[in-house]
């Protein structure tokens, strides 16, 4: 059995800006506990690398299973999947809430609490990736050529926007008698109300993927790797997700320790941060992208650049607002070039290749937070330019090995 994806088609109109409500939705709640794990993991004497370690398991998680939904997407279609991954970010939402409270109530040891907020923090990461996944290739089956590069790229405009209001509201939701309890259960809810939107919203039967009898062989995500003309594109995305990754889970620390102050003090400083590079990196993608129409190529190539000038500007001061501008200046970067890889490995792959390089998309956004985080986090106290530096040299070595004019091909929108 193989799947063929139906002819791109308008369809339920409210599909495609139901997926962009539950990626804003998700996006709030990922990002704004980001934002406040630092100061959570410092209330609970966890280390920082710790911290950082709990998105890690959660994200190899997601990694190592996201090749396991490829079939079962191609055989039942996206939509349970999309509503199996609003049930897991709720569980888990609800359940690091719990841990949370064992811990500040001395029931749980700091180590305890870490494991346990882990383990159900990993309940996203495994049911999570099923919905990335499903949500990738329901996109390919709907769209084609530029109209897809639109819609990744509005799909990535709603995440951007979602991580400009989560760091932004996670503060405000810290209140009594919840305190730091507050901001999980609150995204869980969002949760709920997502998923009861997802029963409204999308169909209970799908069919923009649809599994037909005979055809070539089922395509799985190390052999749409091994394809030189995708494969190029997803080993970029690979290491710009993960200097991304590094930028986000340290910044935290790093405002904090550049502060030298308490770290509910520089919570407000997290908070902004995060909110004004979200806000950057939507300004690239609903601003920069709608006005110029670049190509996929393009939109990695100028991305980039701004990674590695942002990251090279932090390095070399040691103040804690430049390090808050190259984190900026860096976000901006990624919110062109994440979309960017990820429309160009779909247009060039065929009909039959689009949920095996959802897969691979998904697999990367897992995979990018599992060991760079932790291993930056850990250089972190050894050097504290260290996360900086590391996302400098990734950055320059993408520019050098795959965006240079004489070494990369043009990608211009196919229409497939």
């Known amino acids: 059995m193989s ?7 308008t369809g339920s109109r409210l599909v495609l800006p139901f997926l962009g409500a539950v990626t804003f939705l998700t996006a709030i709640g990922n990002i704004g506990l980001v934002s406040v794990m630092p100061t959570i993991g410092r209330l609970l004497h966890i280390p920082d690398f710790l ?15 996201a090749p396991f939904w490829v079939s079962r997407i191609e055989r039942k279609g996206p939509n349970p999947y999309i509503r199996a ?3 897991g970010f709720v569980v888990s939402m609800g359940g690091c809430a719990l841990s949370v409270e064992l811990g500040l109530l001395g029931l749980l040891t700091p180590f305890a609490a870490f494991l346990l907020f882990s383990i159900l923090r990993s309940t996203y990461g495994l049911l999570g990736s099923a919905a990335a996944t499903a949500t990738q290739a329901l996109i390919a089956a709907q769209t084609a050529g530029a109209a897809r590069t ?16 989560g760091p932004a509201i996670a503060p405000a939701m810290i ?3 919840l305190g730091p309890l507050g901001p999980m259960l ?14 409204i919203f999308l169909p209970r039967t799908s069919r923009g993927v649809a599994p037909v009898v005979g055809g070539v062989p089922q395509i799985s995500l190390a052999q749409v790797w091994r394809r030189k003309e995708v494969g190029h594109h997803l080993s970029f995305g690979l290491l710009l997700c993960s200097a991304q990754a590094i930028n986000l889970y340290t910044i935290g620390f790093v405002i904090i320790d550049r502060m030298a102050d308490d770290p509910l003090a520089a919570q407000r400083m997290i908070g902004l941060a995060m909110t004004i590079a979200a806000a950057t990196a939507l300004l690239g993608q609903w601003g920069f992208v709608r006005l110029l129409s670049p190509s996929p190529l393009t939109m990695m190539r100028i991305g980039t650049g701004f990674a590695f000038a942002g990251n090279a500007l ?9 390090a808050v501008a190259g984190f900026i200046l860096a976000s901006f970067g990624y919110g062109l070039a994440r979309p960017g890889f990820s429309a160009a490995a779909s247009l060039a792959g065929s009909n039959e290749d689009q949920v095996a390089i959802a897969s691979a998309i998904t697999f990367i956004a897992g995979a990018s937070i599992t060991l760079p985080p932790v291993l930056a986090s850990a250089a972190y106290q050894w050097w504290r330019p260290a996360p900086f530096a590391i996302a400098a040299a990734i950055g320059g070595a993408l520019l050098l090995s795959h965006l240079l004019p004489m070494l990369a091909r043009h990608i211009v929108h196919d229409e497939r």
């Open 3 to 9: 799947v063929v994806l139906d002819p791109p088609r």
């Open 51 to 65: 911290v950082a370690g709990i998105f890690s398991l959660s994200a190899l998680t997601w990694a190592i299973s």
């Open 85 to 87: 991954g609003l049930v």
């Open 150 to 165: 639109r819609a990744i790229t509005t799909l990535a405009g709603a995440l951007s926007l979602g991580t400009i209001v």
């Open 175 to 177: 209140v009594e008698p």
């Open 186 to 199: 609150g995204f869980a809810i969002f949760g709920v109300i997502a998923l009861g939107g997802a029963y």
């Open 314 to 322: 932090a390095l070399f001061d040691g103040d804690v607002h430049t």
